[in-house]
């Protein structure tokens, strides 16, 4: 198997490959935008190996760490240790294992030198090299149900109203960072749209995305930074993420394994929602480092927000916001000014609102004013971990509370009992478990 290094791709790259490879397009941008079908005498070989893979991958998918070995056995393999099985999201099948692969297979891929002010569209299934720093530059993906990896070496693209990347049909396609690069994909002005599709992002993708790699990757935007209107996985790599609106946005899911992603964002840091089926919009998370200062919320979900693992250090008006919210482990610190997090009805289908939390160390700094650290529309859960509370109102909730496991601190004093917040400290009626009963209308 080959991985990319700089100097083997300059020396790859020559002109009659150029040549073969990419057709630009001039004029002003304000003009209809020409597309380059990107062709290679090495297409075939690389159409088949990734084929090889993935089938391989679908048949063996990921529930455990122990599923490392295959097509990809030089690769780095995310480990999954922290993933919960019984959990309020079904981990079944989350993630493939080429999901989890963090270096790209070359045998026959295709290599791309950018030009400033000429769009490259891909049409057929394959992997695709790109260096080049550019300006005024789209990768277009355009390949109906095929799958397609984008390898990132050290790739510097600067537009003014269009993404750098943008997923138009595809069956799922992967962004990779190569090992020991920095790459930076920005736009600067106003995002134009594309017919009647809201083109918002520097990687915008209609379809299912997957971010990984083991090098760096920088995104700055006057919108959103990375949307998916599929669902968005990231499974390593290293990520720098500056955006006037949300950071990553998808709209059935995101899913975190691994990954070093500090976000800056004027609204959301991570934002899941489908405004046309609330059965979806779910944010996961079993690893990887967050750091996240978001103006609004730092976590945004409709249904479900579950971490199972992952250090996260998350600053926001709210740093967790969803339906059903469920902590199982991790490393979680939340410095807030509005909610620490807030369990609200966003979505019918999952039942009463609920913060579950089971396992994992979670501290909570709170501003002073009307502001809680646990506040739930419905029920309010703790059953094992570590809760340490920094505010003026601790708890909040509208049913009922039950606190059978784990240790609670509320400014430095352990409780024993779960109980409503009241002005000037502690106080109020008990916890229980409020009208309706069982686990927030689910079932359980």
Known sequence: MEYI????????????????????????????????EVQSDTQAAAVASVD???????????????????????????????????????????????????????VGATYLSLESDKDVTITDEGVYVLVGDVEDVTVIVDAEAAKVQLVLDGVTITNSDWPAIYVKNADKVFVTTT?????????????????????????????????????????NSTDNGITSKDDLKITGGTYVINSASDALEANDSIRIADGNISITTEKDGLHCENEDDDTLGYVYICGGTLNINASDDGI????????????????????IEGTYIQINGGDISVSAWDDGINASYKSNSVGDPAIDIRGGNLSITMA???????????????????????????????????????????????????????????????GGMGPGGGMGGRGW
């Open 52 to 106: 090889e893979q993935e089938a391989q991958s679908d048949a063996t998918t990921n529930t455990t760490a122990n599923a490392t070995q295959s097509t990809f056995t030089s690769s780095v393999i995310t480990s999954l240790d922290a993933m919960t099985s019984d959990g309020a999201i079904d981990t079944s099948d989350l993630f493939t294992e080429r999901d989890l692969a963090q270096e790209a297979d070359l």
């Open 5 to 36: 290094s700089m100097r083997r791709l300059m020396t790859a790259i020559v002109a009659s490959t150029l040549a073969a490879s990419i057709a630009g397009c001039g004029g002003a941008r304000a003009a209809e935008r020409a597309q380059a």
């Open 300 to 319: 945004h979900a409709t249904t479900y927000v579950q971490v199972d693992g992952g250090t996260l250090q998350l600053s926001g008006g709210e740093a």
């Open 368 to 430: 002073q004013g009307d502001t809680d650290a646990l506040d739930s529309n419905g029920y309010l859960y703790v059953s094992g971990g570590t809760v340490d509370i920094n505010a003026q109102f601790a708890f909040d909730f509208e049913y009922g509370s039950e606190f059978t496991g784990g240790t609670v601190y509320v400014n430095g004093e352990q409780v024993s009992e779960i109980t409503e917040s009241m002005m000037g400290g502690m106080g109020g009626p008990g």
């Open 179 to 219: 090992e020991g690069t920095q790459s930076t994909l920005s736009v600067t002005g106003t995002f134009v749209a594309d017919g009647e599709t809201n083109t918002d992002a520097v990687i915008f993708s209609k379809d299912d995305l997957v971010l990984n790699g083991l090098g760096t990757l920088t995104v």
